[in-house]
């Protein structure tokens, strides 16, 4: 198999212990699950402590770049943007990359103006929280970074919706690339679950939109009932917000002085998971006066460890967590004070707190490194069937029950084939309803809302299906076909082959008359759907 | 620090925040005057020339810099020389793109105007959805098959469609036009005409709400009420109904419905634009949503 090489760079400082910094240790591990792979990692800072770049040494095939190639005094803010790339250009004209994984904005919009990197460019986590996705500026750089890419990596399917919503460029070239951990049973995690122990634990940054301290008042309060609770806090990272100079003060004195509280400092992420081993109640809760409700749709690194941990975890009911632990996992909160009751019935029940650590630590199985690289895999390896691979995402709830039909571009009305099956097999399951798109050539733009031409079909259409028929202009293929279960293909309709075919990876049946149509329902109703 | 541009003017907050507004204004302006001041003198002017001859991502001399650094390494590495003419135009042009430094948090935006301004429009409309001698309204609707076939007995609907709502109402203008705009919490509504596009979920279709944002903000330029009906069902699911439509009924000027948890929800939605959250005993009666919309 050929060999690739990877360069993987994100603006994180190593020497300090935060979510960005594993990110980065995560995805060299993922990379490092491909036997073939080759990482260099350039850093942005001269090493200073190993807690993060020691673990990463111990990967046989991933090489550090130490910044003091590009520039003999690094400033303690490390490399900016454009030495950063200029780093990146030398390391490539030295050995070229097969795939340059850059991650954030700032960086992505610089190196897309280098011609000699960008058509490798994986543009990596551009949709960040703290930038405003309603200022058109931004709208038309994100654009520019999508069209330039080789590929945009986005960290969950949420985010990849959404991505694909603001920049219409990106669809068809974003892939995920979530944060991932070890397997259960690998690198010395144990595969039993950890027995239920009085420790509420935090691990990360210190941040307002992480409300540390409420978590301290927690401790205090539960404290009265069960006097040997202690909290467990791991990091070293306090941020320290404009004009709110005694928040950092306030919350280093409760963390050092509070009984009950013991504070680790940074630790490295395999310690932090031997911590959370001993057992005890996560907490991952946020506050949204401080951050943007975009966060929602991210995957929290420090979640998936507190998962492989295999202890339950408190947080906030999020549409990515409630992805990753199941819509109905029961220590979910809307405000971090929901959390109280929850870690005192934690405490009390521990039959709550082993279905809770179990559920989670099934969820981190999805996100084992192997898992992680088989996703990617396609991508830097440039397998044929990476494209069906693109197209290949879970179906939304219901989709099961609705037909697609992908017609093509010069179609003056619904054929009577299709109508006549769609007929039948409505005569034998009800409450199916039939999408008929209109192929439209990659890169058009969406349609105005209400006057999408595509409704001018409407006209030929029978009374008695008229309303369970919509019209659309396909703009989107790879969107179009979530929220469809089956294709409708009837032999000698005007089909659009490149649309069914995407139809296809994507995993629908085809039906090509009313019998089969009934029998791909049947199936597809079995329960294939998320 | 907010733009003063961007700030409400004073009145549509309160008086006191209002004074509070102008007199940071006044100290915006004077700050301004004095920046003004002080980049137009000699040393000002010295030192923003030495500040772009420096700046390390587009300045000049660090251009330079960066050339003589290709060529050393083409040089010591034995580089192919073919990409030299490449990496000295990178070096000499790029980048030239700089990305800006997110903004700071933007503070809660003010609705009070949106708020004022569904008020008058319900209350304008009122006589004319409440209805009198019992005739029937014309209602742009969303909404599943049981409530389409209970409310079309007793009013006249349009039953709008993402792809053709906008010519189709604007052929029915000429007749009077609609009423209300009545939403109701349904995933799949109008026969699955408009499912993944009112809810959250995470699709395109359905994320920033286009489609259904467009329809409100039509009616609206038509002083068209927009009202977002919570049944029962809808809101028996708890803090996952209001996850999954609380950003679509933000939208609208009015939302009704059967659960007290959802209501005091919803009302304290930070990005409410409508007037409010008002209760109803039976959300699936019509009438009892038209008249509760007008009270």
């Known amino acids: 198999m050929t060999r690739r090489r990877v360069c993987l760079y994100s603006p994180a400082d190593l020497n300090l212990v935060s979510g960005s910094a594993i990110w980065v240790q995560s995805v060299a591990e993922t990379f490092h699950a491909g036997e073939n792979v080759e990482i260099v990692l350039p850093l942005r800072s001269p090493e200073r402590r190993g807690l993060i770049t020691d673990q990463i040494r111990r990967l046989p095939r991933v090489t550090l770049v130490d910044p003091r190639r590009q520039r003999r005094f690094v400033p303690p803010t490390g490399l900016y943007a454009a030495e950063a790339l200029d780093l990146i250009e030398k390391l490539d004209r030295e050995e070229p990359f097969d795939a340059i994984v850059l991650r954030s904005f700032p960086y992505c919009i610089v190196a897309i103006e280098r011609p000699a990197i960008r058509d490798r460019l994986w543009s990596t986590y551009i949709l960040e929280p703290e930038r405003d996705i309603t200022n058109p500026a931004h709208v038309a750089e994100l654009i520019a970074i999508a069209e330039v890419s080789r590929y945009v990596v986005v960290q969950s399917e949420e985010m990849r919706a959404l991505f694909e919503a603001v920049v219409p460029a990106g669809r068809g070239k974003t892939i995920i690339l979530p944060p991932a951990v070890p397997a259960p049973g690998t690198e010395g995690i144990p595969e039993s679950l950890p027995p239920p122990a009085r420790r509420l634990f935090y691990a990360g940054k210190f941040h307002p939109f992480y409300p540390v301290p409420r978590m301290i008042d927690f401790l205090e309060e539960l404290r009265g009932d069960y006097p040997d609770l202690e909290f467990h806090a791991i990091g070293d990272q306090i941020f320290r917000p404009p004009g709110g100079e005694t928040w950092a003060e306030d919350l280093e004195r409760r963390l050092t002085s509070t009984e009950g509280v013991v504070w680790h400092g940074a630790v490295p992420r395999d310690d932090v998971i031997r911590l959370l081993g001993a057992g005890g109640i996560a907490l991952s809760l946020w506050d949204y006066g401080h951050g943007s409700t975009m966060n929602d749709l991210v995957v929290s690194t420090k979640l998936l460890d507190y998962c492989l941990a295999g202890v339950p975890v408190v947080l906030n009911r999020t549409a990515a967590q409630a992805t990753i632990l199941g819509d109905d996992y029961p220590l979910f909160v809307t405000t971090a004070d929901e959390a109280l009751p929850l870690i005192r019935r934690l405490l009390s029940d521990e039959a709550l707190y082993r279905s809770a650590a179990a559920r989670c630590r099934a969820a981190a199985d999805a996100f084992a490194y192997p898992r992680a690289w088989s996703g990617l895999a396609p991508y830097l390896e440039e397998r044929p069937d990476a494209a069906a691979h693109l197209a290949a995402r879970p179906k939304l709830a219901g989709a099961e029950r609705r037909i697609g039909v992908p017609l093509t571009a010069d179609v003056t009305r619904v054929p009577e084939a299709i109508l006549s099956a769609f007929r039948d097999a409505r005569a034998l399951v009800d409450d199916i309803a039939l999408v008929v798109g209109i192929a439209a050539p990659p890169g058009s733009p969406d349609p105005a809302p209400g006057r999408d031409p595509a409704a001018a079909l409407r006209v030929g259409l029978p009374d008695d299906l008229g309303r369970v028929v919509s019209l659309r202009t396909i703009t989107d293929p790879w969107n179009w076909w979530r929220t469809l279960g089956i294709a409708l293909a009837p032999d000698g309709a005007p089909i659009d082959q490149q649309s069914l075919d995407l139809g296809r990876a994507s995993g629908v049946g085809v039906a090509t008359d009313a019998e089969s149509l009934v029998s791909a329902l049947v199936t597809a109703n079995r329960g294939w759907t998320s | ?295």
């Open chain 2, 1 to 295: 620090m907010t733009d003063p541009a961007e700030r409400p003017e004073p009145g549509s907050i309160s008086e006191a925040a209002g004074r509070a507004v102008q007199a940071d204004r006044a100290r915006v302006e004077a700050a301004a005057q004095a920046a003004r001041r002080r980049r137009s003198s000699v040393a000002g002017r010295l030192d923003r020339g030495l500040r772009w001859l420096r700046n390390r991502q587009t300045g000049p001399l660090p251009r330079l810099r960066r050339v003589a650094g290709v060529l050393r390494s083409t040089a010591r590495n034995r580089d192919s020389w073919r990409a030299l003419p490449d990496a000295l135009a990178t070096a000499l042009l790029a980048p030239v793109r700089v990305a800006s430094k997110p903004p700071p948090p933007r503070p809660p935006r003010d609705w009070s105007p949106q708020r004022a301004a569904a008020r008058d429009r319900l209350a304008r409309r009122a006589a004319l959805l409440t209805g009198t001698g019992g005739s029937r309204r014309r209602l742009a609707v969303i909404a599943d098959g049981t409530d389409l076939e209970a409310w079309t007995r007793v009013h006249d609907l349009v039953a709008v469609r993402p792809e053709d709502w906008a010519v189709v109402l604007e052929g029915g203008e000429g007749e009077g036009g609609i009423h209300a705009l009545v939403v109701t919490a349904t995933p799949a509504g109008n026969h699955g005409a408009w499912a993944y596009r009112i809810g959250w979920v995470a699709h395109p279709d359905g994320l920033l709400q286009r489609d259904l944002g467009a329809l409100i903000r039509w009616c609206h330029e038509r002083d068209v009420p927009s009202i977002f009906v919570i049944g029962q069902a809808a809101a028996a699911t708890g803090s996952s109904a209001l996850a999954t439509w609380a950003d679509a009924a933000a939208l609208f000027d009015l939302v009704v419905t059967s659960s007290t948890e959802v209501a005091s929800a919803l009302e304290r939605h930070p990005d409410r634009q409508g007037s409010g959250v008002r209760p109803v005993a039976d959300a699936r009666d019509i009438d009892a949503v038209l008249a509760v919309a007008v009270a």
